[in-house]
């Protein structure tokens, strides 16, 4: 699938890393160094416009490694970017560590997956069919 993109950033476009990889990264645009202090949370540019095409969706994720060695993760995870959006692709960080972290431009700050979806229509009833667990909520199936 072909994506059209405007890159204003400077960076590298995203890409896979591996041949199996689901997300791409996205790289922070900034024209100086932002820090977040502990449970703060901010809104980092990335210099990406996109356009889909009817019916997929872009999500943005946490990237694991920020989470584990920074405290970083994204705050709406994930985010959804719709078909329709047109305007530069924001990510919502928050510093969930004890101390401050700063993010600079170019620094790999959350991924990109590419996902097809549905688009749902309502059947209103009064009735819904059984089943074994029925409207048991969380932790209702016994596994742990």
Not at 4 to 30: C, W
């Amino acid at each position: 699938m072909k994506i059209k993109v405007i890159n204003t950033s400077g960076n590298d476009l995203p890409a896979y890393e591996t041949e199996y990889s689901a997300g791409m990264d996205l790289k922070a645009n900034l024209e100086a160094p932002a820090e977040l202090e502990p449970l703060q949370r901010g809104l980092i540019k990335t210099g990406l416009h996109i356009e889909l095409p009817a019916g997929y969706e872009a999500q943005v994720r946490p990237r694991s490694g920020m989470a584990l060695k920074k405290g970083l993760t994204v705050l709406n995870t994930p985010g959804t970017i719709d078909a329709d959006y047109r305007g530069e692709i924001g990510v919502i960080l928050v510093n969930l560590s004890g101390q401050s972290v700063t993010i600079t431009h170019g620094e790999r700050i959350a991924q990109l997956v590419i996902a097809k979806h549905e688009r749902a229509e309502w059947d209103e009833t009064e009735i819904l069919s059984e089943t074994d667990r029925g409207a048991g909520g969380f932790g209702s199936t016994g596994h742990q």
